[in-house]
């Protein structure tokens, strides 16, 4: 158990859909970090947020927005949903700051199915 | 060409043998890590580097900074240890990580 806490664990929708992953990082840990995992794809970093204020911007969509609250849990908004957005999203936490220059701790991912 | 690259791709290899898993890069980093994805789909952190060589249990990391390669290695290897095992780089810059594709590995009894 990696102490990061990824809900809900499978989501089915429909296209044009919106949708809200959920991620509660490990104990202590101000940073989290969201990457999507699609089919056969190796990870894509999403964003990084850092004790409530975004740290770091990768291939986030437009339509994917994302939040970190006062009590440091996260949360990843995905709107008007197509089938390509159908993926394995994961949530890591991190002690650090700027830098995942530490051990990444990984939410067991949402996986997403959009029809 | 990516920043990051892993090989073999696919490693099939009976129970018992030394694996190894390889990973180059090019860019400048300032850590290097390998981590675990299970056939359900988790991630485990294996290991962090910025030098040397680390172990832990049956594996083992290593790390090159001049040659920009580390490599991974399992000894004894089981059929537990099957899994896509993922190379992942800080980069310097600006220490965002850099994935590489992953390495496919099955350990047949």
């Known amino acids: 158990d990696s102490g990061v806490t990824q809900t809900p664990k499978h989501l089915i929708t429909a296209t044009g859909q919106r949708v809200t992953l959920r991620c509660s990082p490990r104990?202590?840990?101000?940073?989290v970090y969201w990457y999507q995992q699609s089919l056969d794809q190796g990870l894509q970093f999403l964003i990084q947020?850092?004790?409530?204020?975004?740290?770091a911007k990768g291939n986030i969509l437009e339509r994917f927005s994302a939040q970190q609250f006062p009590d440091l849990h996260s949360e990843l908004n995905l709107s008007s949903l197509e089938l390509g957005d159908s993926a394995l999203y994961f949530c890591?936490?991190?002690?650090?700051?700027?830098?995942?220059?530490?051990?990444?701790?990984f939410g067991e991912g949402s996986r997403l199915t959009v029809l | 060409k990516n920043e990051v690259e892993q090989s073999p791709q696919n490693l099939t290899a009976q129970e018992g043998e030394f694996i190894t898993i390889n990973c180059s890069y090019s860019?400048?980093?300032?850590?290097l890590h390998w981590l675990q994805q299970h056939p359900g789909g988790g991630i485990v952190s294996l290991f962090m580097?910025?030098?040397?060589?680390k172990k832990h249990g049956r594996l083992i990391a290593t790390i090159n900074i001049q040659e920009k390669h580390s490599s991974l290695h399992i000894t004894a290897s089981h059929p537990r240890d099957s899994a896509v095992y993922i190379c992942?780089?800080?980069?310097?810059?600006?220490?965002?990580?850099?994935w590489g594709a992953g390495t496919k590995l099955i350990i047949k009894p």
């Open positions: 890591a936490s991190s002690p650090q700051r700027a830098a995942p220059t530490g051990e990444l701790f």
């Open positions: 104990s202590g840990d101000l940073s």
């Open positions: 947020y850092y004790n409530g204020e975004e740290r």
């Open positions: 860019v400048g980093i300032s850590a």
């Open positions: 580097l910025s030098s040397g060589k």
């Open positions: 992942a780089v800080e980069a310097y810059s600006n220490y965002q990580l850099i």
